[in-house]
């Protein structure tokens, strides 16, 4: 089973940066394809950027040349780098972690982006 804990939400003004932080349990930590969703009010939980085994990326259209995922096995962690953010960004961030047939979600943190 791996535990996920999500940090480094928070206010932002439109133009700001932040980074999001999963720090995931278990040992077998590498094996898992691990990704960043979100989930706006009133709309559906959506894909924001994902990071498999290997260290290959996939982004969402809407924050190509903005996000950044990255992935430190030996830390057990997962990163989302936002530049240039919108408020359109503004949701809750989940981490994911996923195998064939398995997976785990974090509680989320919180990004508002506003003036």
């Known amino acids: 089973q791996v535990h996920l804990v999500e940090s480094g939400g928070g206010l932002v003004q439109p133009g700001g940066s932040l980074r999001l932080t999963c720090a995931a349990s278990g040992s077998i930590f590498r094996r898992y394809a691990m990704g960043w969703y979100r989930q706006a009010p009133g709309k559906q939980r959506e894909l924001v950027a994902t990071?498999?085994?290997?260290?290959?990326?996939n982004y969402a259209d809407s924050v190509k040349d903005r996000f950044t995922i990255s992935r430190a096995n030996a830390e057990n962690t997962v990163y989302l780098q936002m530049i240039s953010l919108k408020p359109e960004d503004t949701a809750v961030y989940y981490c994911n972690a996923a195998m064939v047939g398995i997976s785990y979600w974090g509680q989320g943190t919180q990004v508002t982006v506003s003036s």
């Open positions: 990071i498999t085994s290997v260290g290959s990326r």
